[in-house]
């Protein structure tokens, strides 16, 4: 059998439900649940928006410092981010 592979369109997504510990925020601040959700839509709306793992790094990042004052843009973070973004486009390393 053979397939046309111009008429094939192979696409994924990702829906990401970390918890504030997950993204190692500071859990003791008021509002953290709502910051993680927050991390979780707009993180995963880069993924599943941009065409390549550094474009999409580079917008996830903005995403990140926005809320930076619940600790979303320290190492730790920005790990999570990372590890995300190898698992979704494929670690290259």
Request: net charge negative.
């Amino acid at each position: 059998m053979k397939v046309d592979q111009r008429n094939i369109v192979i696409t994924k997504t990702i829906t990401l439900h970390l918890t504030p510990v997950a993204w190692h925020l500071y859990t003791d601040m008021k509002f953290v649940e709502l910051v993680a959700d927050y991390l979780n839509k707009h993180v995963a709306d880069a993924f599943n928006q941009c065409d390549s793992m550094g474009e999409a790094i580079t917008q996830a990042e903005i995403v990140l410092s926005s809320v930076s004052d619940f600790g979303a843009y320290d190492t730790e973070p920005l790990e999570v981010l990372h590890s995300l973004a190898n698992k979704f486009y494929g670690d290259k390393s």
